[in-house]
């Protein structure tokens, strides 16, 4: 069999170990634009922060293509996909690369407003590696006072984490109402806003940027949707991502917010897989299909999906989005929704000392969701619960209890999972 995999980073790389665990003799040809040994995306913000060195980063050891008897194409971009000749195109090597089974795993690309769209030297995404050099180079070499980041969602604020750890002046410009809007709510956002004003960070919110002040060292200033203007040395984008699969293939994949698969993690050309945040897969917790961009998510499909194209069925059973990251201190945990969508929804919240504050969402006696800001220690009890659909009538009460434990859990819950 011959295998051929778009990408480098986890979705990618659990495909090829899924491929090898039943096939050990298929050719896998592994193509990516990035230049670099598959490194973990997360921690960008780290290695921004000097927390970890660029060594450290590597998501496999060095040897691991040849370990996995994988060629890799890196620096390539794959620019066609034919699924009547079952070939793709790569440039700039200009060459056509066959394949028996294709997997799509390109991950997301970062939104741009379309006001910063546009050539600006102190203008920088924050999604790869890539970027993190180049931005690490231009504070090196600028020496800005004051840095804009354009979003307040988790790559913002990892963002902004950084910039404060490198002693930067740092505002922060949501559009939204409010931190955090796609995995928090408004108490736990509050909580989240307060303890980083504390650290230095200022923010704007509701207010979008509709247009730039520039001058010789590109942007100098933000003028907001309320004639603010917000003067800055340097801007960071990080607005949110989408799905980013070849656009030549569109035309002949099911597509929505990412490109559509079933549960082997197939699209709608037999041969086709997609995994990781570039596909569209069923949400458990919210019951639809939809991108869920996170980490172990991803490894989970790009397995399912090596297994199935060297032919062992595996089912998917649906993702479940979950954040466990600290904030300059402050340690945040979500998983599933984060907001009541419907009257059937129940909310159970309390709130501790300092900046504590948890919340499980319930419904017919199943957590569907959680927030917790600040002590976090049992996050990872409540999301085993949730990943197994398990019924907690019979301790329902006690669920935010200081105590609650296994203590609490039925006999058999325990046996399963222990």
Not at 42 to 69: C, H, Q, T
Not at 125 to 148: G, M, T
């Amino acid at each position: 069999m011959n295998y051929v995999i778009i990408g480098n980073s986890t979705a990618a790389i659990a495909g090829v170990e899924g491929i090898r665990e039943v096939d050990s003799q298929g050719e896998i040809v592994l193509i990516s634009r990035e230049t670099h040994h598959t490194y973990s995306k997360p921690l960008i913000s780290y290695y921004l922060a000097g927390k970890v060195s660029r060594e450290n980063m590597d998501y496999r050891p060095a040897d691991f293509y040849a370990r996995n008897r994988v060629k890799t194409y890196l620096g390539q971009e794959v620019t066609s996909i034919n699924p009547e000749t079952k070939t793709v195109h790569l440039e700039p090597e200009d060459v056509d690369l066959s394949y028996e089974r294709l997997l799509i795993a390109t991950g997301g690309s970062p939104i741009v407003p379309p006001v910063f769209r546009g050539d600006y030297l102190n203008l920088h995404q924050f999604y790869c590696l890539d970027d993190v050099l180049n931005l690490s180079r231009s504070l090196e070499e600028e020496r800005p006072r004051k840095i804009a980041i354009i979003g307040g969602g988790l790559i913002g604020l990892k963002a902004a984490e950084s910039m404060v750890l490198r002693k930067q002046h740092v505002i922060v410009i949501e559009a939204g109402p409010y931190l955090l809007g796609s995995i928090m709510d408004r108490e736990g956002a509050a909580l989240v806003h307060e303890h980083l004003v504390e650290q230095g960070i200022e923010f704007y919110f509701s207010r979008p940027v509709i247009q730039l002040e520039t001058g010789a060292r590109g942007i100098e200033g933000l003028i907001l949707e309320d004639h603010t203007v917000v003067a800055c040395d340097m801007v960071l984008l990080a607005a949110g991502v989408r799905a980013a699969y070849p656009p030549t293939v569109a035309g002949g994949l099911k597509t929505d917010l990412g490109i559509l698969v079933d549960n082997y993690m197939q699209t709608s050309i037999p041969g086709i897989f997609a995994a990781g945040d570039v596909a569209q897969g069923f949400d458990m917790m919210a019951e639809v299909s939809r991108p869920v961009p996170i980490l172990s998510g991803a490894y989970r499909q790009g397995r399912i999906a090596g297994l199935n194209m060297a032919g062992q069925k595996k089912e998917s059973s649906g993702i479940m989005a979950f954040n466990s990251i600290p904030l300059l201190g402050l340690n945040i945990a979500t998983a599933g929704l984060s907001t009541e969508v419907g009257d059937d929804f129940t909310p159970l919240s309390k709130t501790g000392p300092g900046k504590i504050y948890q919340k499980l969402i319930l419904k017919e006696n199943r957590i569907h969701g959680l927030i917790f800001v600040g002590d976090i220690s049992r996050a990872g009890m409540y999301r085993g619960l949730m990943t197994k659909k398990a019924d907690i009538s019979s301790y329902r009460q006690h669920l935010l209890s200081s105590d609650f434990g296994l203590k609490y859990l039925p006999e058999e819950y325990i046996e399963e999972v222990l």
